[in-house]
């Protein structure tokens, strides 16, 4: 795992898409910290946090697109699947390091932290549940990224499918929305779509509300994925 | 060292490979030769717990590939037929990679050098594996493989895209890991296997069509026995020409004779098939000195691989073509590109009753 983890860190940055993905991401949370936090005049980053997910749904899939399609694409994945390592070691491996970059990127909160510290007092409880909060939100988002990489050779499709999958989650929550009062099959489908909820369940948190049971969500969200972009590895030998 | 059983691979419904079972011993260079979609790669795929079989097993030194698939690969070096190479790493950084993913306990800086003089690859190290040439490509996926020293080394195709120069070195690099190694490669290229291999397994439409060193498998696919002999008589005239082929034709264990053009003046070849069983040189020779006839020439000649490959890749279900190209065969077997197997005596096997008419009638045309 270690083997493949580093390898895929030394690529993020040799194939410049950590750098892309940082910059782009520094750049729109620094806005996003400036309009929603500085330029009101508050210190509190809760809507900071919140503006984030649209940008985390359409960041992370450029870290993860071409992490397993390019090895199919190139036939590289010979080289891993008839290496003495797992399946497991591969997909988490690849998992991890883009987890890492991801982590590399949001840490750019503290540094804002600092700079409210200086003007004023930081709420420090809402900053680390905030933080915590995105970690494990990119934490399933990547694990979901990896999955639909590892069903195609196309690092563009896998990218594209990837936004729109994410999207679509998201959207499903904004079109049940009017389900809740609505008649009892109403009622079921907008259980159904809000329990497996991504957005409202990270507006919990930037509302100040620390959830356990969507932290938890998020990593099994992480562990189905990876789960299941394994099997597809699995899968794609006995076919 | 590497044991296969009944190895099958199904693509839905289009047999890849089936039931394929061959054993290669330790030390055992073994050479896989096939046409273009016959399954060599499917099967190497297999051998190396790439794609797994639909049914068969295969034993690398006892362990099952799909049973314990870690113990088993490593104890293999895969070369595909495409590098699995991370084109914008370094050789270095590559090399280094695959150390670690193959878990590798030998000194570190020690063994990469040695493997990269081996594949003398020492010069390109610091450079990207995007920029280097088909040849160096290659060559870097060679050192992959041989990373770690396993035991087996698989090899698809492994001189493609390579220059003759390049072809030699690496063909001579094999034979050498061939004494520490036990090595399979695949190839279509037939003399680079005959170079190499201590065995060859032919493979054909999924299935193995033979197996055995080119000598065997030769001996096993015919029992013809030819030779070309050029006799000089006493008159240089056709009269020379009817009276020894007459005697040709006399001598025991001669099932054929045809005489072929007039090569020198006045002086005759003749093609003369045996019946594989009797070894005529000793015969003719005292008939010749009988007749006072000098034999200037005498060629034996045997199928190459090349005739054997034909043979069996062509052979079953377009008997057309075969009855075509064997004249053809027959002159580039006299041209000098024969196995000398002289000594050995090929099984006594009767010949397809349409085969041997077949021959009937080009030698009858041939004889004008």
């Known amino acids: 795992m270690g083997a493949i983890y580093r390898r895929e860190m030394g690529a993020f940055f040799t194939s410049g898409v950590a750098y892309v993905f940082l910059v782009v991401f520094y750049f729109i949370s620094g806005l996003f910290f400036y309009n929603g936090v500085l330029a009101a005049g508050i210190t509190d980053v809760s809507p900071m946090f919140s503006s984030m997910f649209y940008i985390i749904m359409f960041l992370i899939p ?77 934490a399933a988002f990547i694990a979901v990224g990896l999955f639909i990489s590892s069903l195609t050779e196309n690092q ?21 929305s009017d389900f809740e009062n609505g008649n009892k099959f109403q009622k079921i489908i907008f259980k159904v779509v809000s329990s497996i909820a991504f957005y409202s369940r990270y507006n919990e948190f930037t509302n100040g509300v620390f959830s356990l049971p969507s932290i938890i969500f998020f990593i099994s969200v992480a562990f189905l994925f990876n789960f299941l972009t394994v099997r597809v590895l699995e899968k794609r030998r006995w076919s | 060292m590497i044991e296969v059983r009944n190895l099958t691979k199904k693509y839905g419904e289009k047999l890849a490979v089936n039931d394929i079972s061959f054993r290669v011993e330790k030390g055992e260079i073994l050479g896989f030769l096939g046409p273009n979609g016959a399954g060599k790669s499917t099967t190497m795929n297999m051998l190396t717990g790439y794609i797994s079989s639909t049914s068969g097993q295969v034993l690398i030194d006892g362990v099952d590939i ?30 280094n990679f695959m150390y670690d993913l193959k878990k ?5 800086k020690a063994h990469l050098t040695d493997v990269c003089d081996l594949c003398k690859i020492s010069d390109v190290r610091g450079r990207i594996i995007k920029n280097l040439s088909k040849g160096y490509r290659q060559r870097v996926g060679l050192a992959q493989a041989l990373i770690n020293n396993p035991p087996v080394l ?77 006799i000089e008589g006493p008159t240089h005239t056709a009269e020379d020409k009817k009276a020894i082929t007459a005697a040709l034709r006399n001598l025991p264990g001669v099932k054929y004779v045809r005489a072929d053009m007039e090569r020198e003046r006045g002086i005759y070849d003749y093609d003369v098939e045996t019946d594989g069983k009797t070894d005529i040189r000793h015969s003719l020779n005292k008939l010749c000195n009988e007749k006072g006839w000098n ?58 009753e349409d085969e041997a008419a077949a021959d009937d009638s080009d030698n009858n045309g041939g004889e004008e």
């Open chain 1, 62 to 138: 450029i870290l993860t697109m071409k992490l397993l399609s390019e090895e199919k694409k190139n036939k590289t994945d010979q080289g891993l699947l008839t290496a003495p390592v797992g399946l497991w070691e591969i997909v988490l491996g690849k998992y991890f390091a883009a987890l890492t970059l991801f982590i590399i990127a949001e840490s750019i909160v503290f540094i804002y932290a600092i700079i409210l510290a200086a003007l004023g007092d930081v709420v420090w409880q809402t900053l680390f549940g905030n933080y915590f909060a995105m970690l494990f939100l990119g």
């Open chain 2, 154 to 230: 698989i090899l698809d195709e492994p001189t493609v895209g390579l220059d003759p120069n390049q072809i030699i070195e690496i063909r001579s690099l094999i034979k050498k890991l061939g004494k520490r190694h036990t090595v399979i490669l695949s190839s279509h290229i037939l003399p680079e296997i005959q170079a190499v291999c201590d065995r060859i397994i032919i493979i054909n439409k999924g299935q193995v069509a033979a197996d055995g060193t080119a000598d065997e498998i030769a001996k096993n696919i015919t029992n013809e026995h030819k030779m070309t002999l050029r």
């Open chain 2, 295 to 352: 034999i200037l020439m005498l060629q034996l000649s045997d199928l190459t691989l090349e005739d054997i490959f034909l043979k069996i890749t062509m052979g079953d279900g377009v008997p057309v073509v075969t009855e075509q190209s064997a004249p053809k065969l027959d002159i580039k077997v006299k041209d000098g590109e024969l196995i000398a197997s002289e000594k050995e005596e090929p099984a006594e096997e009767a010949l397809p």
């Open chain 1, 156 to 176: 563009i499709t896998a990218a594209i499918v990837s936004m729109v999958v994410l999207f679509v989650i998201y959207l499903s929550e904004m079109l049940v």
């Open chain 2, 66 to 95: 799909l049973e314990d698939p870690k113990t088993a690969k490593a104890n293999i070096g895969y070369l595909p037929e495409i590098p699995p190479l991370y084109v914008d790493m370094t050789v270095d950084g590559y090399l």
């Open chain 2, 104 to 108: 590798c306990k030998l000194p570190r």
